[in-house]
């Protein structure tokens, strides 16, 4: 694969569409839980420090002091979405890189080796991917090797056999 190719799939916004769009969804929904929670905390907190207020007052006081927070955390809420699913491409991207590779296996094709970047989490699931993939082609030679002797073999039977007579 060439350098801009990867260059290029390195900058792919969704490695994994589905995987990443959840997890942004279950940021998002965290978040709102968070703030659902809070909210309900902080109007108890006020109606419990002056019960003779009115509902209509402590959203009055509720709104007037944390609003502004709440947009203030609507703001940042994409950018934590963003780097999240950024980050989640070193992830998804190396899942994706193992599917593919397992893909090819089963399909009986060769493996090439999966190449993960220094540091990576995935490194030594790679490494004892890549010894499997080498077993596997190991014996898939010693298979076609012994099939080959036997089919040798045979032949030679055959051409004595035919002398023979």
């Keep these: 694969m060439s350098t801009a190719v990867k ?5 792919q ?3 994994d569409p589905q995987l990443q769009g959840s997890l942004a969804l279950r940021i998002v929904l965290y978040y709102l839980l968070c703030w659902l929670t809070f909210g309900l905390a902080l ?8 019960i003779h207020a009115p509902v209509t007052a402590v959203a009055s006081i509720m ?3 944390y609003l502004p927070a709440v947009l203030a955390s609507l703001v940042v809420l994409p950018l934590i979405v963003w ?9 998804a991207g190396s899942v994706a890189r193992f599917r593919q590779a397992m893909e090819r296996l089963a399909d009986g094709e060769t493996a090439s080796p999966l190449v993960v970047r220094k540091g990576d989490s995935w490194k030594s699931l790679a490494d004892q991917f890549n010894r499997i993939a080498m077993r596997i082609e190991e014996l898939e030679n010693a298979n076609q090797s012994a099939t080959q002797q036997t089919t040798s073999s045979a032949q030679a039977e055959e051409v004595l056999e035919a002398t023979k007579v």
């Design 83 to 91: 780097d999240s699913i950024r980050y989640s491409n070193r992830l």
């Design 43 to 50: 109007m108890t907190i006020a109606a419990l420090s002056d």
């Design 63 to 65: 709104t007037h002091y």
């Design 7 to 11: 260059r290029e799939r390195r900058r």
């Design 13 to 15: 916004f969704w490695v």
